[in-house]
């Protein structure tokens, strides 16, 4: 590959990117995650010449352009599929992202998502808390936090509740004490309880979707 080439493949992909978040912008997501995945295709890993030195100049010159094109489709493509609910494969492209920049806060924020969606209330939490430890100003992650802060108050009621009419009033100060444990993963003599993040007011999600959607 040659300088020329490599520019060519720069400026390919990030076209393909645009045309992505234009798409992205219409709410056409399908299409949207078309281009990112032709823009990160195009880029592709390999800057192999048939000199190692020629090699190495290009990576040198040009790496850094590239991965600035390549992860932001990634984290597009996280946007993308957070949108479609298709969470397990926007926690994949997040780890992409997480695994070349472990301090990413948008990558850490949309894996959270993913994750409190998919009851992962523990590691959705602490993606937040780096986020937040990242980009301590930011609204969208306290309000994320909250948003688990709820989720976990509800369970709990909807645990006791579920004690209550098992065993009778008698045992909520038992119900009281499990609730920390229960949070956590309930345990094979705990009635569990199906209950998912989104149970909450329809204006609050309104809220939240509308916050930390940009994309790149």
Known sequence: MTKDEMEKRISEADERKMKGNAFFKDQKLTEAMQQYEKAIAILGDDFSTKSPRETRVITDL???I?????YPCHLNMAACLLKLQRYEEAIKQCNIVLAHDQNNVKALFRRGKARAELGRTDSAREDFRKARQL???????GKELRLLAE??????QKQKELYQGIFGPKVESDAHNEHDDALEGYSPQTPKVNLTRRARSKSSENA?????????
């Not at 989720?151 to 709990?156: G, I, L, R, S, T």
């Open 66 to 70: 590239s991965e600035a094109v390549k």
């Open 62 to 64: 040009y790496g850094g």
């Open 135 to 141: 980009a301590p100003e930011d609204k969208a992650i």
């Open 151 to 156: 989720h976990e108050k509800a369970v709990y």
């Open 208 to 216: 939240h979707n509308s916050d930390y959607n940009d994309h790149w």
